[in-house]
């Protein structure tokens, strides 16, 4: 069986090591770059993420991903977001947008939502927390334990809180599938859509859990 060969996108971000070396372990032919021909024609991009909302768009502006991104969602090639990496492909983020002069800090806009803070007595939220998948992800089969969720490693202060199917509203094929956690209040946790895919957690700092689910992504590609 072929190894699918998956690009972990270069641009600046701390944790892309980490995310090189899980994916590896799971099977993947893995490449760190930017290079727009290895992003367009790889079998898998994942876009991770580490800091603050407007310094990651910047990073990923100057490596012209807003674009590749598109392009590989247009041609229904899979891309999966990690963390800040998830966040960005909502429409906008409240995070420090005030130091810049505004109300939001625009994303790339592939899902509709704003991110915001967390409304919890401790923020950041970091460490282990389950999470709620629905019934039919692709992303958690395999994962659930006898109360229906799993536990994955997050390091966050900003989530989105609206379910990205609702705002999207009817007439959609195939609307995304939403995965929820807590911590303080709801926040969504992961979202399946078609050929992009993100989780707000941490999968490769997420143990046996966070191994299988990057093996279950790998099946989609």
């Not at 290895?38 to 807003?66: H, I, S, T, W």
């Amino acid at each position: 069986m072929r190894q699918a060969h998956v690009v972990v996108l270069a641009y600046g971000s701390g944790n892309v090591r980490s995310a090189v070396r899980a994916l590896e372990r799971v099977g993947a032919d893995v490449e760190l770059t930017a290079d727009a021909c290895a992003v367009e024609n790889a079998d898998g991009l994942v876009v991770p993420g580490v800091g603050a909302f407007a310094a990651v768009m910047k990073q990923l502006r100057d490596v012209n991903a807003p674009g590749l991104i598109d392009r590989r969602l247009a041609g229904g090639r899979p891309v999966l977001g990690i963390c800040v990496g998830m966040q960005v492909m909502f429409e906008a983020s409240t995070e420090h947008a005030e130091d810049l002069g505004d109300q939001l800090v625009t994303g790339l806009a592939q899902w509709p939502g704003t991110v915001s803070r967390l409304n919890a007595d401790i923020v950041p939220h970091m460490g282990w927390s389950r999470v709620r998948p629905p019934a039919d992800s692709v992303l958690f089969d395999g994962l659930s334990d006898a109360d229906g969720s799993e536990h994955f490693y997050f390091v966050h202060s900003y989530a989105a809180k609206t379910d990205p199917a609702e705002l999207l509203g009817p007439g959609r094929t195939c609307p995304p599938r939403t995965t929820w956690a807590t911590h303080g209040e709801d926040f969504v946790a992961a979202v399946e859509n078609g050929p992009l895919t993100a989780t707000q957690f941490h999968p490769e700092k997420s143990g046996d859990a966070g191994a299988q689910l990057l093996r279950n992504w790998l099946t989609t590609l």
